[in-house]
């Protein structure tokens, strides 16, 4: 069993930037694929970006291209999120995820382990 740790999560107003970490219990092959995910009030959740764990390959949701960036540190078991730009539609709880199955982690059905969410607020 793998568990998933976030923190980084706060309020901010529009237009700063926010740094999320997911830091997992164990490196498996269910941890090959890592990504965030978030759920708006009344929204389904959705794919936010995604890293494959080995080679560092990114691939993200069209709607934060250009103003989020994924990354991995290996030595610290943690995915990172950096966000820049933030906008009020940004505001959701966020979600870390791992799963083992490729080729990018961008939908729900390919989740293995979910993290517990970290509340995310832009304000106008």
């Known amino acids: 069993q793998v568990q998933l740790e976030e923190s980084g999560g706060g309020l901010v107003q529009a237009g700063g930037s926010l740094r999320l970490s997911c830091t997992t219990s164990?490196?498996?092959?269910?941890?090959?694929?890592m990504g965030w995910f978030r759920q708006a009030p009344g929204k389904e959740r959705e794919f936010v970006a995604t890293?494959?764990?080995?080679?560092?390959?990114?691939y993200y949701a069209d709607s934060v291209k250009g103003r989020f960036t994924i990354s991995r540190d290996n030595a610290k078991n943690t995915v990172l999120l950096q966000m820049n730009s933030l906008k009020p539609e940004d505001t959701a709880v966020y979600y870390c995820?791992?799963?083992?199955?490729?080729?990018?982690?961008?939908?729900?059905?390919?989740?293995?382990?979910w993290g517990q969410g970290t509340q995310v607020t832009v304000s106008s």
């Open positions: 890293i494959n764990w080995s080679i560092g390959n990114t």
């Open positions: 995820a791992a799963g083992a199955r490729g080729p990018v982690l961008s939908s729900s059905f390919l989740v293995d382990y």
């Open positions: 164990a490196r498996t092959f269910r941890t090959n694929y």
